[in-house]
């Protein structure tokens, strides 16, 4: 009878801790692997807010980890627990250049792919006073002497694209790595180098202020909200960039709870509210859910090694 009555109250204390609540029942953190106030920060806030329209009465804590071209957040996001409470953001091509580059402890088998939530196309810029207009003066200018280009970090979606780009048009640039957007910006409208290789929503506000002149966009098509600008491919260059943030949990977080928070980041990506603020923010958001985000992420690897296997850094 004492075992009996033992084994009540045991039961009972663990009902009342909440190990069998349902999901969510706790905190849940959001990692993101780069600097408060940059756009995968905004992009994991706006989220957040959304997400609490469809959890009633779910917290979610923003935890950036920064460093290392986003490694220490994905490595984070890769070791936490897999109970579900953590969630993290990522951005390409950087988690799949760290694992090409051997510097990732993770691959992608380490992470429940949950889907895809934002694209930043990469651009091609000039300072306002160039005499650049196009890819063609560029590669013109390129051929003449030895010019600077700016890229935020090695392997990063910058630097791949200036790789490409240099493969494409038979040049090469003395490439600059920076600490990240903030010092391109700044060599770019103090006319400090002649190029840089940047995302859209970084240099978008400049060019249509006239302060910074945005000469080709890589992707297929022209911005609806840039229709000036013209694409490298219509440029003749057919070369393609474009950074995404993506979300990802733990591979070993059981099927019934990864289900719940595939089904939050479809609600979240399908309210006007989301869709009308990322918009203000310059975020265009870019739905690849699940199995279709992680085949492109597997390509991008493949991608990725080839450009190494030419130009390792």
Do not use: C
Request: overall charge positive; hydrophobic content about 45%; glycine content about 6%.
């Amino acid at each position: 009878m004492r075992k009996l009555i033992s084994l009540v109250l045991f039961l009972a204390t663990v009902i009342v801790s909440g190990s069998f609540a349902a999901y969510p029942s706790k905190a849940i953190k959001l990692i993101v692997p780069s600097k408060a106030g940059g756009s995968t920060d905004t992009t994991a806030r706006l989220f957040a807010q959304t997400a609490k329209k469809y959890w009633k009465g779910a917290r979610f804590i923003i935890v950036d980890k920064p460093g290392s071209g986003g490694l220490m957040g994905f490595e984070a996001e890769a070791r936490s627990r897999a109970d579900g409470y953590t969630l993290g953001l990522m951005f390409t091509p950087q988690i799949v250049a760290h694992i090409v580059a051997k510097r990732a402890t993770y691959t992608l088998d380490s992470f429940k792919i949950i889907g895809n939530i934002a694209e930043d196309p990469e651009i091609v810029v000039v300072p306002a006073q160039s005499s650049v207009k196009n890819l063609d003066d560029l590669v013109k200018l390129a051929k003449s002497k030895k010019i600077t280009a700016a890229v935020n970090g090695i392997g990063s979606d910058d630097f791949l694209a200036a790789k490409n780009f240099e493969t494409a048009a038979g040049i090469k640039f003395n490439l600059m790595p920076t600490r990240g957007s903030t010092e391109e910006k700044a060599a770019i409208l103090g006319n400090h180098i002649e190029v840089a290789f940047m995302n859209l929503s970084q240099m978008l506000a400049q060019h249509k202020a006239g302060k910074a002149r945005i000469i080709a966009i890589m992707a297929k098509k022209r911005s609806d909200i840039a229709m000036d600008i013209k694409t490298a491919p219509e440029q003749g260059y057919n070369v393609l960039m474009t950074a995404t943030r993506g979300m990802i949990i733990n591979a070993k977080v059981k099927k019934s709870i990864a289900d719940k928070i595939s089904d939050l980041y479809t609600k979240v990506m399908n309210d006007k509210g989301f869709q009308a603020k990322t918009k203000k923010a310059f975020i265009f958001l870019k739905p690849m859910k699940g199995k279709v985000y992680r085949d492109y992420l597997e390509q991008l690897q493949k991608d990725t090694q080839k450009v190494y296997d030419v130009s390792p850094w």
